[in-house]
């Protein structure tokens, strides 16, 4: 059997290319799909808590009217807006590393930390308050009020839900504190910085949970006729 | 297809519409709507959850078909356990 010439052809290397992606193109297209995919995972994790706030809300209506009576309209509000600027800098963060601008980024990331330190400080402050005044389920839970046993179901989704979120939002500080220092170093290019795109993917995911806890917590049942 | 780059001055401006929305809902809230408190307070979240995955999650400008798969399919399986769970509920008469 003759043998035949085979043109073995070599990938060139491009910088920050793994070599089973064809381009850095391919690349970033797989990495922010996969970054969905996790996301996804999380609307899942999150989406049975905010099912079970809606049936026990159903069945238990004035005990989540009482419930909500109980929040801190102020601290959810503040909380809201500390959550959308952070938003705003991490969206121009992530721009910031599209167009290559290092020291930009890492300042925007390093306020985006802020923002998200500032509302843990804030959810930290609240959760002290809910603390003493024996809010928390538990053997030692007490409320002042109608509906007791139905308004520690109302806490028990509150703390699992905030809990959760905050948790979130304490692992994105971390995460964006060694993407700055990753960025300081000079690691990511325009043409190669999925990991600042996906970590604002999670950020900004983590800002949508809140968005629809804000209302759900502390907005829906004050001033309501059946109160 | 090369990665869009939006500009600053929209970033800018979803902002200040979030924040808009934000003082909207929080100053609607403070007013009886009865049963359309909820409703509404949800329909502004809605608002907001979409501006902020359209523009600062770029899922406007998302080429990759797969992507946009993953991410339907995402929303599309919340629709299912909300709706139909909620149906549930609400058509039982014994709960």
């Given at each position: ?10 990938p ?12 850095l193109e391919?690349?970033?297209?797989a990495?922010?799909?996969g970054m969905?995919?996790f996301l996804?995972t999380?609307?899942?994790?999150f ?7 809606l ?8 005990a ?5 009576e109980?929040?801190?309209f ?11 600027c952070?938003?705003?800098t991490?969206a ?6 599209q167009l ?16 998200g330190?500032?509302f843990?400080?804030?959810?930290g402050v ?9 809010e ?8 002042e ?8 179901i109302?806490?028990?989704l ?9 948790l ?7 995460i964006?504190g ?8 000079g ?6 910085h999925?990991?600042v795109e ?12 809140w968005?629809?806890?804000y ?13 | ?5 939006s ?5 800018i ?5 979030l ?6 809902t ?8 009865g049963?359309f408190s ?8 809605t ?5 902020v ?6 899922v ?11 991410i ?12 139909l769970?909620?149906?549930?509920y609400?058509?039982?008469?014994w709960?």
């Amino acid at each position: 059997m003759a043998e035949r010439e085979v043109e073995i052809v070599l990938p060139h290397h491009v910088e920050g290319l793994q070599h089973h992606f064809a381009d850095l193109e391919q690349q970033r297209e797989a990495s922010t799909m996969g970054m969905w995919v996790f996301l996804i995972t999380e609307v899942m994790f999150f989406g049975g808590m905010f099912l079970a706030y809606l049936v026990y809300r159903r069945m238990y209506y004035q005990a989540w009217v009482v419930g909500s009576e109980a929040m801190d309209f102020w601290f959810g509000t503040v909380n809201t807006v500390i959550l959308i600027c952070s938003s705003l800098t991490m969206a121009l963060a992530v721009r910031a590393s599209q167009l290559g601008h290092r020291r930009a980024l890492v300042i925007l990331l390093i306020v985006t930390m802020i923002f998200g330190i500032g509302f843990m400080t804030v959810k930290g402050v609240e959760y002290h308050g809910h603390w003493l005044k024996h809010e928390f389920p538990g053997p030692s839970f007490h409320f002042e009020g109608p509906y007791e046993q139905q308004v520690e179901i109302f806490f028990s989704l509150y703390w699992a839900m905030t809990g959760f979120h905050t948790l979130h939002v304490l692992i994105g500080i971390i995460i964006i504190g060694f993407v700055a220092y990753f960025g300081w170093r000079g690691d990511y290019t325009p043409a190669n910085h999925n990991t600042v795109e996906n970590v604002g993917l999670y950020w900004h995911f983590v800002d949508t949970v809140w968005i629809y806890l804000y209302p759900l917590l502390y907005l829906i049942s004050h001033s309501h006729p059946f109160k | 297809m090369a990665e869009h780059i939006s500009s600053k001055k929209l970033y800018i401006t979803i902002w200040a519409i979030l924040i808009c929305f934000t003082v909207i809902t929080a100053a609607v809230s403070r007013v009886d709507l009865g049963q359309f408190s909820g409703v509404v307070a949800l329909i502004i979240a809605t608002i907001k959850a979409m501006l902020v995955v359209l523009f600062f999650m770029h899922v406007k400008y998302i080429s990759e078909k797969m992507t946009l798969i993953v991410i339907i399919a995402g929303v599309f399986w919340l629709l299912i356990l909300m709706v139909l769970s909620m149906t549930d509920y609400a058509s039982r008469a014994w709960t």
